[in-house]
T-cell receptor
Framework: GAGVSQSPSNKVTEKGKDVELRCDPISGHTALYWYRQSLGQGLEFLIYFQGNSAPDKSGLPSDRFSAERTGGSVSTLTIQRTQQEDSAVYLC???????????????FGPGTRLTVL | GDSVTQMEGPVTLSEEAFLTINCTYTATGYPSLFWYVQYPGEGLQLLLKATKADDKGSNKGFEATYRKETTSFHLEKGSVQVSDSAVYFCALGSQGGSEKLVFGKGTKLTVNP
């Protein structure tokens, strides 16, 4: 079946502009995650959705970052007034419902490479 | 908070050499442990996992054993191939809360023919 998809695959923007990154999770997956992969920081957690609510936003680096999820499906990560340090690959992952006593696997999308000039 | 430490490399090996990538963790409770792999130009893929102490995860000739006493989850392969060249990430996930993954910084492996 279809995996997690993200768009755009690449985004180049000028400092100070706003950007929106989109994630389409695997159909039926209730949990959705955003991570950021940068050279200096490795892979960092940004935000977690369960359905349309975000019980954990602890990884968002500043109030310029926000995310929403609608219909329990598509999610959008918005970065306002972009800065050069926002340049990174933004990864989305989803995982299925039905928690058991073991951890649910996360399936990752290909990422959006953001470059802020 | 939870954290993962892995050898950062880069690691360069010849084909058929033995591979070990060390990974240790700090966590409360009983996390699940994972190795993810990122091949050049591709997204993160789950390589193997272990959900409780003494479990061994294995896939594609790679193995890792969940050692609670040493808080480790070292990745091993007996004979690497050129196609194993990739970046390998150790990660942990804790139950409860957000179940976010906490990653190590990644180890780049290059296998030469």
């Amino acid at each position: 079946g279809a995996g997690v998809s993200q768009s755009p695959s690449n985004k180049v923007t000028e400092k100070g502009k706003d950007v929106e990154l989109r994630c389409d999770p695997i159909s039926g997956h209730t949990a959705l995650y955003w991570y950021r992969q940068s050279l200096g920081q490795g892979l960092e957690f940004l935000i977690y959705f369960q359905g349309n609510s975000a019980p954990d936003k602890s990884g968002l680096p500043s109030d310029r970052f926000s995310a929403e999820r609608t219909g329990g499906s598509v999610s959008t990560l918005t970065i306002q007034r972009t800065q050069q340090e926002d340049s990174a690959v933004y990864l989305c992952a989803s995982s299925p419902p039905g928690r058991t006593f073991t951890y649910n696997e996360q399936f990752f999308g290909p990422g959006t490479r953001l470059t802020v000039l | 908070g939870d954290s993962v430490t892995q050898m950062e490399g880069p690691v360069t090996l010849s084909e058929e050499a033995f591979l070990t990538i060390n990974c240790t963790y700090t966590a409360t409770g009983y996390p699940s442990l994972f190795w993810y792999v990122q091949y050049p130009g591709e997204g993160l893929q789950l390589l193997l996992k272990a959900t409780k102490a003494d479990d061994k995860g294995s896939n594609k000739g790679f193995e890792a054993t969940y050692r609670k006493e040493t808080t480790s989850f070292h990745l091993e392969k007996g004979s690497v191939q050129v196609s194993d060249s990739a970046v390998y990430f150790c990660a942990l996930g804790s139950q409860g809360g957000s179940e976010k993954l906490v990653f190590g910084k990644g180890t780049k492996l290059t296998v030469n023919p």
